[in-house]
């Protein structure tokens, strides 16, 4: 927390990862060293985020300390990934979807969520069971899958079935012809939460499919397709499966990660808002009742930053204290209105600061995004440093 000595100024660093380049914690470390550049005497307190998805392990253990335990699992095409628990001293688990169904873990013509699975994370599950985890706690986010969850619960125990009796193949459009399921849940009486800030059901026009879908690979077909298929999935988790909830398909949060929160309820789990879990953890509040400037930021600052992410909560958490808060992103295209009536001060963007699209912007800052977080951090204390 903040010395208890006399500040000039009182920075608080709090940015989400850059996805694609860099995670959170650099983020905040390339700002920051760009800010002493121009204002050594400053404080800055460096307190990275991240709501669930990609980097949510990383945020985790730098907060609660805790074992980080390698774990081996696979890709959503099955091939070998490196996955990892955090094991902390309360009995609980912290794992994210991401380091076995990530986007970033397939080509771009790689990309199909009617083939892609979830069984790497029920791998990582099953190994935090094992390890002896009373509650694990699931990031969902990045994914590349539109499964359900279906390929998360084969490692757990239970396998879908077809009319036939023959298990289903792996990705979201085998649920087609799902029509039972074998075996039990092997909890070991886990409970399981859902870290995620979506609130879209599993189904329907707002649903995993419909909304997600097309960013994973999926044309408007293959949308339809997996949308009819995730029902027939809901019908059968709710029939076959002891304490899943009844109307599945529309609960909220049921469609984070193509539909894992689902599975997460289904099994008797709940979902939590991701931000909200970390920012607990990293004490957050206290920060910014302390802070002078809060500093936050993603790779992409649009319309969805806006909805439940990361610089969402911290925005608004700013602007309820009177405390003014500045964005950094990869790219902005939030209208300055809309970003002001979330407690947004100013915005700038790594492609501006780099020349702009026509001059090669978007190209520099995806390979030197430290360098352009350093400048703006250097900009920003020649701004606001007293």
């Keep these: 927390m903040w010395p208890a ?32 550049d121009v204002a050594p005497g400053d404080d800055l307190l460096a307190r990275p985020l991240a709501d669930g998805g990609p980097g949510f392990v990383d945020v985790l253990a730098g907060a609660l300390g805790g074992r980080r335990v390698p774990v081996p699992t696979v890709d959503p095409l099955g091939r070998p990934a490196a996955g990892e628990i955090l094991l902390t001293d309360d009995g609980t688990a912290y794992l994210e979807s991401a380091q076995a169904c990530g986007l970033h873990l397939l080509t771009a013509a790689e990309r199909d969520p009617k083939a892609t699975t979830s069984y790497g994370l029920g791998l990582l599950v099953a190994a935090a069971v094992e ?69 879209n059901p599993l189904l329907g026009l707002h649903g995993a499919s419909s909304v997600f879908g097309p960013q994973k690979g999926a044309d408007r077909a293959d949308v339809l397709l997996l949308d009819a298929a995730l029902t027939r999935w809901a019908e059968v988790l709710t029939e076959r499966l002891p304490g899943c909830p009844s109307g599945l398909g529309a609960l909220p949060g049921g469609g984070a990660a193509g539909g894992l929160g689902a599975a997460v309820l289904a099994l ?15 004490k957050l509040d206290a920060a910014l009742d302390a802070a002078d400037l809060v500093i936050t930021g993603e790779g992409s600052f649009d319309h969805q930053s806006l ?11 700013a602007r309820d204290r ?17 970003a002001a009536a979330a407690g ?40 606001w440093s007293r």
């Design 5 to 36: 000595t006399l500040l000039r100024m009182r920075v608080l660093l709090c940015p989400d990862k850059f996805a694609g380049t860099l995670p959170a914690p650099d983020v905040a470390a390339a700002v920051a060293d760009g800010w002493r």
């Design 131 to 199: 390890a002896g985890a009373r509650t694990v706690v699931v990031g969902l986010g990045g994914s590349a899958t539109n499964d359900g969850g279906a390929g998360m619960l084969v490692p757990l125990g239970v396998t879908p079935l077809d009319g036939a009796g023959w298990a289903l193949p792996y990705g979201g459009a085998a649920l087609a012809e799902v029509a039972a399921l074998d075996g039990e849940p092997r909890l070991r009486g886990t409970t399981l939460v859902a870290a995620t800030d979506v609130d």
């Design 268 to 282: 008797g789990g709940r979902c939590e808002s991701g931000i909200g879990l970390v920012t607990r953890a990293v």
């Design 307 to 317: 909805r439940g992410k990361v610089v969402a909560g911290v925005a608004g958490a």
């Design 322 to 338: 009177g405390v003014p808060c500045v964005v950094l992103a990869g790219r902005v295209s939030t209208g300055r209105r809309e």
């Design 344 to 383: 947004v001060t100013e915005a700038y963007s790594l492609v501006e600061h780099f020349g702009g699209e026509e001059h090669g912007g978007v190209e520099a800052a995806m390979t030197r995004p430290a360098e352009g977080l350093r400048a703006l951090g250097a900009r920003l204390a020649r701004q």
